[in-house]
Structure formats: structure tokens, C-alpha cells
């Protein structure tokens, strides 16, 4: 895949039962295909791991579920659950400036993974060897600060579809959610995986101007309501690193 480094866009959420999906997904299919990079892999769908950073106080974590408009997370992004697959590794920082979601990533060197599994401050010298990227500088500024660690692994799989006719309106439907307490971006074998929202799709609409009225009308004839939900959280508060205060 040939990824954006740099974006921002509107993003909407919702969950879905498993019983609604495959007809919503062929209804969906009058007005959108495949994303070409599954169109042809196995089940149309591609892995997705994600490695998170907090603080101690997990600022990030009540940020989120405290509704702050303008907030931020970092995390480190690879598209492989086999450590010796050589699948490109990216650190990125993604956040929300009041309704607007925008993302920054940056490829890290493969090195990364041997830094993470031995801890310590092994992490932050790889990171220097990315040289005088922007956003490695504003991580490592943050991570010194704050002391940051990574706190949660999340793992999914999500299939992309792309409007036939406004490519910048997407829609993703994320399922076979996993968490792992872990600071490695690779697990462990004793290392215990809890699933997420067990028979549920996150379905997440990324648009720049505005939603089709084909597609309101699709989320209507469903009844779906539009909710505020964070795969980071609800890994946090599933392997009981965090408690939801609401």
C-alpha cells in the first residue's frame, strides 16, 4: 500500500451488529467499491496493528473520553502480526482540532522492533536515527515530557471501500478487534489477547465536505447512530488499564 503521510478530514463512527453488515455492505456496493489494495487479498480485508503511547495519568485516554476538542495520540502502526514479514513500520500522531481528525506519520526503521522488545531507552535512540523529522521531534519532545510509554496493543482487520464517484469519501468497516497489554510491537506468546466488541463492525465514514445523501439515507433505513468511539479506550478499558468515569 502506498499510504498518505499527511491528511485531514471529517470522520464518523458507528457500530454495527454482525446481522446488519452484509446487506448493508451490498447496498453499499451500488455506490462504492473495493479499495484496489484488498480487491484481490484473501477474505477483502487487511491487517492492522497498532501499538499505543500514554502517560502514566493517561492524559491521552481521558482526553478522548472527556470529549476534548483539540487532543492528540501517538502511536506506531504496522500492517503485520509476523515479526519477520517486512512490512513497513510508521509512528504516527493523530488527532482532532474540534471537528476536523487529521493524521502525521513517518516510516520507522525495522530497528524499532528489536528497541521495543528490550525497553529501556533503546526506543528513543532508533528514533534519533530518523534524523530531524518533525514529527519524531515533536514525539520525543512529548515522550522525554510527559514519559510516555507504549500501554496497549491493537489488532483488527478492516476492509476499505472507495465512492465511485468522490474519492475522497470513504468507508471502512473494522472487525476481529483484539487488545494486548504489551510495550512490544510483536507479543509474546504468554501474552493474553481480549477481544473488542465481539460481534461488531466499527464502521468509520472519512469524507473532506460533506456525507452523499445516498449514503444518509442508507445510515437511516439502518437506524445507525453516530457515536464517539476509540479502539485506543476500548482496549484500555477491556484489559482493565483504564476505567470509563461516565
Known amino acids: 500500500m502506498g499510504p498518505e503521510l499527511h491528511f485531514?478530514?471529517?470522520?464518523?463512527?458507528?457500530?454495527?451488529?454482525?446481522?446488519?453488515?452484509?446487506?448493508?455492505?451490498?447496498?453499499?456496493?451500488?455506490?462504492?467499491?473495493?479499495?484496489?489494495?484488498?480487491?484481490?487479498?484473501?477474505?477483502?480485508?487487511?491487517?492492522?496493528?497498532s501499538l499505543y503511547f500514554d502517560d502514566d495519568a493517561l492524559t491521552f485516554y481521558y482526553e478522548k473520553t472527556d470529549g476534548v476538542m483539540i487532543r492528540r495520540k501517538y502511536r506506531i502502526r504496522t500492517y503485520t502480526d509476523t515479526r519477520e514479514e517486512?512490512?513497513?513500520?510508521?509512528?504516527e500522531m493523530k488527532g482532532r482540532y474540534n471537528s476536523l481528525v487529521y493524521k502525521h506519520r513517518t516510516p520507522l526503521p525495522r530497528s524499532i522492533i528489536k528497541s521495543l522488545d528490550e525497553g529501556g531507552s533503546g526506543f528513543v535512540t532508533e528514533c534519533l536515527k530518523s534524523g530531524k523529522d518533525p514529527l519524531?521531534?515533536?514525539?520525543?519532545?512529548?515522550?522525554?515530557?510527559?514519559?510516555?510509554?507504549?500501554?496497549?496493543?491493537i489488532d483488527y482487520a478492516r476492509r476499505p471501500y472507495v465512492s465511485k464517484y468522490a474519492p475522497d469519501f470513504r468507508v471502512t468497516f473494522d472487525d476481529s478487534l483484539e487488545s494486548t497489554v504489551t510495550e512490544r510491537l510483536f507479543e509474546r506468546q504468554t501474552d493474553r489477547k481480549r477481544l473488542l466488541l465481539s460481534g461488531y463492525s466499527i464502521v468509520e465514514v472519512k469524507f473532506k465536505r460533506h456525507i452523499p445523501s445516498w449514503f444518509h439515507r442508507l445510515i437511516q433505513s439502518y437506524e445507525l447512530k453516530r457515536l464517539s468511539v476509540s479502539k485506543y479506550c476500548k482496549g484500555m478499558e477491556r484489559t482493565g488499564l483504564a476505567d470509563n468515569l461516565e
Open 8 to 49: 485531514s478530514r471529517f470522520e464518523f463512527k458507528y457500530i454495527m451488529p454482525r446481522s446488519q453488515r452484509v446487506s448493508f455492505e451490498g447496498e453499499l456496493q451500488y455506490f462504492m467499491g473495493l479499495d484496489p489494495h484488498v480487491s484481490a487479498a484473501r477474505h477483502q480485508k487487511y491487517f492492522v496493528r
Open 86 to 91: 517486512d512490512s513497513a513500520i510508521f509512528l
Open 136 to 153: 519524531v521531534s515533536g514525539f520525543l519532545f512529548d515522550a522525554i515530557k510527559m514519559r510516555l510509554k507504549p500501554r496497549v496493543l
